[in-house]
């Protein structure tokens, strides 16, 4: 268990951690206070590594200018790399396991040089591994760890397309059960089913392909004449590829079932289950659900590629205010916070960034889920199973004799599991949940009629983060347009936010559509959210089982920016289209 800071006299910090010449300009510029640099010092210590680097881990400081003192010093150039769009043929000359072990990223080759950002230029080791890999002598400048894992992470489809480019052409003819294996693969009664090896190869194609165009659900849909296949990309189903045709579709549904080890003389009655593959050594999870229709079964993979997910709040596209007032809630040792927003909006993924950064020996953190979509190292998590009476409230009964710190709840759905939860942040415990309501307002009304007494509520619940995803405009290409009165009037544009701009024209943005973003002028997803934090004009509103509408206008003057306006500054950055905010929230 970490010491505290009064347990480590001045004098010996002192003497352990003598001022550095980036500690004194830190200190000097006033970045930095000599408290804060005392608790730094001090996690340094018990963390064994050198304060330098617990400075820019730490959080307390703000990366640019320590960085840009770093560079100075090293005699190296600093680059802001959230500014830089490099070519994808030169990003994937490097491996992304290599990019991500390293901390690395090419950004454009010249002569016989590869231009990288590097959280350590200086590491020759390094610079000479990258030239045998590439062949390229390594030029290097100096950018922040976060700031390249992000830019891998936006990378990571062309990553995965140059890996699935090599995999498609081996499908053929006689690559069925071979792919199959190299895939991860191992079913037993592959040798037994050679007259289906077409099929195999045919799945094996569906799922490569869904992996291709980054898909979160294949929907293989049969029709009178054929089975549709469709995509959904980016929150959108999409027709990328042909249909299969009638005499196949049953046997591809069976394939998938065998894969799931389910029954495939069973047609009369939705199964549902799972299968794992093994892409260059990453897992990937495909839950399963088929279904009876009139034209035969129908099937939905949802794909779970947990290599592309980051688990870091600041790279899901929350505003930096946003998150700074969320994370101030995560200090708090009880009380409930709880994520709103429709399915598919992103509070599984916001849930586990903030699991990310409580997760430590020192906590006994435990969640009860139906089903668990991501797995993490040192806390304890329960699969939700109803049929044998493993309930929500179930769980959280034996959760609360296990002396947990932190408890989180996959989904509020009755009054039972509402109460638990409740009563847990009243014995001390931080719960987290979701709810499925429009807004974050809307989530208080939802536990109000429940049947949940006000005064409880209002005593317990500390913040509400309501959330949505929206598409963001394809950078390859993205143009930009001055818009007109009429479509200003109808975003309701005020003149605060017109002033951000000064004398330059206002310009909106689009995607025209291109080959990277499949022709829909949209690339990748970024959240949108609203934070409704309770005070005490909330808590007497809450109590007076006030309408929701009260509410989130007592929220808004306390300073929280609605979801509506939160997407207004994404058009305005051009990161997002007006059409695409529309769609995902209430104009108001």
Known sequence: MSQKLDEYPPDLLDSRFPLTSLEKKLLESGALDRSTLRKIQVQAMERGVFVEEEI????????????????????????IL?????????????????????????????????????????????RDEIREITGFSAKGYLSSKGSIKKKIFEYRAHFRKKIIEML??????????????????????????????????????????????????????????????????????????????????????????????????????????????????????????TSPTIFGEKAVLRVLDRSTTVLDMRHLGFETTLIQKFRKHLSKPHGIITMTGPTGSGKTTTLYSALKIL????????????????????????????????????CLRSILRQDPDIILIGEIRDLDTTEIAIRASLTGHLVFATLHTNNAGGAITRLLDMGVEPYLLA???????????????CKQCRNE????????????????????????????????????????????RT?????LETNDEIRDLIVNRAHTIHIEEAAIRNGMVSLNKDGLRKILASETTYEEVASQTEVV
Do not use: W
């Open 527 to 531: 959240a949108i959210g609203e934070l």
């Open 56 to 79: 820019l881990d730490s959080g307390f400081v703000e990366e640019e200018p320590v960085l840009k003192i770093i560079a100075k010093r090293q005699n190296v150039p600093y680059l």
């Open 359 to 394: 997760n430590s020996k020192e906590k006994n953190i435990t969640t009860v889920e139906n089903p668990i979509e991501y797995r993490m190292n040192d806390i304890t998590q329960i699969q939700v199973n109803p049929d044998i009476g493993l309930t929500f409230a179930h």
């Open 168 to 289: 498609l052409k081996s499908v053929g003819k006689d690559q069925g059960i071979q792919l199959t294996r190299e895939m991860g693969i191992e079913i037993e009664d592959l040798k037994k089913l050679p007259e289906q090896t077409e099929i195999i190869r045919l799945v094996n194609l569906l799922i490569l392909q869904a992996l291709q165009f980054h898909a979160s659900d294949i929907h293989l849909m049969p029709s009178v004449e054929a089975m549709n296949v469709r995509f959904r990309v980016d929150g959108v189903l999409q027709e990328l590829v042909d249909p299969i045709t009638y005499d196949k579709a049953e046997q591809v549904v069976n394939r998938i079932k065998i894969l799931c080890d389910l029954d495939i003389t069973e047609r009369r009655m939705p199964q549902d289950g799972h299968f794992r593959i093994v892409l260059e050594g990453q897992d990937i999870d495909f839950r399963v659900v």
């Open 82 to 126: 959230d500014t830089i769009e490099p070519n994808p043929d030169v990003v994937t000359l490097l491996e992304q396991d290599f990019c991500e072990e390293h901390n690395v990223f090419p950004i454009r080759t010249e002569g016989s040089y590869m231009h990288l950002a590097m959280a350590d230029p200086k590491n020759i080791r390094l």
């Open 459 to 473: 005593s317990t619940l500390r913040c509400v983060l309501s959330q949505r995803l929206v598409r963001t405009i």
């Open 481 to 524: 347009y001055i818009p007109d009165a009429a479509m200003l009037e109808e975003i309701r544009l005020n003149l605060d936010d017109m002033a951000k701009f000064g004398d330059e024209p206002l310009k909106f943005a689009y995607g025209k559509g291109c080959g990277h973003c499949f022709q829909t002028g949209f690339y990748g």
